[in-house]
């Protein structure tokens, strides 16, 4: 994987969508720049976890462990420019499933009390932050509503596309 700083891959994220390049130098100061392996958790199911984190390569799953197989089911993989995390980031509550690693990954990530330390100094930076994260669960929950009428739609075979 190539060698970015912080600030340069930071700067290619949906995180810093709205930041200048000097408020983008100083949320990047409260990022760092985590390599994962292969299979590696990154949080466990049920556990919490106050990181977002930002993929920059790879692949981050979030997956539950069948006890019986032993085997991990992927519910959804995320990849290049996805945010993992971030509602656990917002809220501090504990994941329903575990975010494990796909082959060497390499995120971003930023923990709530770094950013937290940023809100008197530079309060701007950290709004602007925020907005970028409530527009990734925007996106999320629109998606979500989206499947969630096509699987209304298949189930009453609605609207002659069944």
């Known amino acids: 994987m190539s060698n970015y700083s912080s600030y340069e891959l930071l700067r290619a994220s949906q995180l810093a969508s709205e930041l200048s390049d000097e408020e ?23 556990g919490s976890d106050d990181h977002l984190y930002v993929i920059v390569s790879g692949a981050i799953a979030k997956s539950k462990h069948d006890s019986g197989s032993g085997k991990w089911l992927n519910l959804s993989v995320l990849t290049h420019g996805d945010f993992a995390g971030e509602l656990g980031f917002m809220d501090g509550k504990t994941h329903y499933a575990a975010l ?24 701007q930076v950290v709004y602007k932050a925020m907005r970028a994260i409530f527009r990734v669960v925007h996106g999320i929950l629109h998606r979500m509503a989206a499947e969630q009428k096509e699987l209304t739609n298949y189930i009453f075979k609605q609207h002659g596309k069944y």
């Open 24 to 46: 983008c130098r100083v949320l990047a100061s409260a990022v760092t720049v985590r390599d994962f392996g292969d299979g590696e958790v990154l949080v466990a199911e049920g």
């Open 100 to 123: 494990r690693a796909i082959g060497p990954t390499r995120a971003l990530s930023l923990e709530r009390q770094a950013l937290e330390r940023l809100l008197v100094a530079h309060p």
